[in-house]
């Protein structure tokens, strides 16, 4: 098996006293999509925003590659908490896409998706809309590309969304249940999107209600419940052969 490009370890969270993640250990390899399930307030998106920096860990770290995420580890065991700025440059390893397309609606969908490659790659102009040209053809939009976020379909921005993320080649992409805004007949234009970039070995970790999407296209299915990890295994051995009865009681009442 390929190394981790994610570690973590014993990962907590607490929100005014509340523990929402309570030691969290996790590996994602390169190549490999991960999906998590679970139910609302299960701690799966809070867990998504600690590795990307958004929120503060409570406890235990969080490696993407060998960067520790948040922090710079000095001599021994010291670790130093970096600045805004320093966080900015490790989060470049990382592509985020959120339940909301975050989109800036004043610009194109070119312009949204060549800002980040000009601004924090330092890419030309021509190099940066060639990328982002490229993505957008590989999410099936490259005729929208003079388009405004107000003229796309809620599944048109989440793809422009992927793309945007993608064009700053992240090793790691985070999705946050990047179909629950969306109306039903636009979720398989994304899931259908993220399936090819799973086929296509991209490492992804995956907070999702689409079933059908997680056991088609993960490597592995995460069940987290009450803020730990309950199970873990392949689609098959959690979707048929699941062995503990909160996450067969998930999958009976999401599958009606």
């Not at 098996?1 to 994610?6: K, Y």
């Not at 590989?138 to 921005?157: E, K, M, N």
């Not at 636009?186 to 296509?200: F, K, Q, R």
């Not at 997680?214 to 048929?240: K, T």
Request: with cysteine; charged share 20%.
């Amino acid at each position: 098996m390929t190394q981790p490009i994610l570690r973590i370890s014993g990962l907590r969270k607490q929100f005014s006293g509340v523990e929402v993640l309570k030691g969290i250990d996790l590996e994602v390899h390169v190549g490999e999509t991960v999906a998590i399930l679970g139910s609302s307030g299960s701690g799966k998106s809070t867990l998504l925003r600690c590795v990307n920096c958004l929120e503060v860990a409570s406890g235990g770290s969080i490696w993407v590659g060998d960067e520790l995420m948040g922090y710079r580890q000095e001599s021994g065991d010291t670790v130093r908490r970096l600045t805004e700025s320093q966080i900015a440059v490790q989060r470049r390893n990382v592509g985020m896409v959120f339940q909301n397309f975050n989109l800036f609606p004043h610009w194109t969908v070119l312009q949204n998706i060549a800002d980040g490659p000009r601004s924090i790659l330092k890419l030309s102009k021509a190099d940066a809309i060639e990328r982002s040209m490229a993505l957008l053809t590989r999410v099936g939009l490259a005729d929208r590309a003079t388009a405004y976020p107000r003229q796309l379909s809620g599944g048109q921005q989440q793809r422009v969304a992927i793309a945007r993320a993608l064009a700053l080649e992240p090793g790691l992409l985070l999705f946050d249940e990047p179909t629950s805004a969306l109306d039903p007949e636009n979720v398989s234009e994304v899931t259908d999107v993220m399936a090819a970039l799973a086929a296509g070995g991209a490492t992804m970790l995956v907070v999702t209600h689409e079933l059908g999407f997680a056991r088609a296209a993960a490597d592995r299915v995460v069940f987290m419940d009450g803020g730990v990890i309950l199970e873990q295994g392949s689609p098959a051995e959690v979707f048929d052969h699941s062995q503990q009865p909160r996450t067969r009681e998930f999958l009976r009442k999401s599958l009606v």
